[in-house]
């Protein structure tokens, strides 16, 4: 269960990312069995197609999105941004408690990494 809510965040950070290359017929049958959560069935009586033609065209589509992750890294750059983000959130209140001034140098630290990665 965790897993597959797991590949559902994937599969959702990469069609945000990259979903514009897609095709639109091949956007359209992919959040509905994505985002839409509608059968196979139900997508393959929509679109005149049998339900293998509906699992292939989905699982081309998840291969083209992960293909142009692998290539241009754009979901991992976010997501370890994010992280780092996070992280200087948590040192700004560490700081706004303490006043040390190690926890400031920590968040210049962790500003200066998001800065030259951009």
Known sequence: MEQDMEQKVKQAYLYDFYGELLKERQRRIYEDVIFHD????????????????????VRRCTKALEGYEARLHLVQKFRNTKERVAKIHKLAGEFRETHEEAVLYQIEQLSNEILEEL
């Open 38 to 57: 509608l059968s196979l069935g139900e997508i393959a009586k929509e679109e005149g197609i049998s339900r293998q033609g509906v699992h292939e065209l």
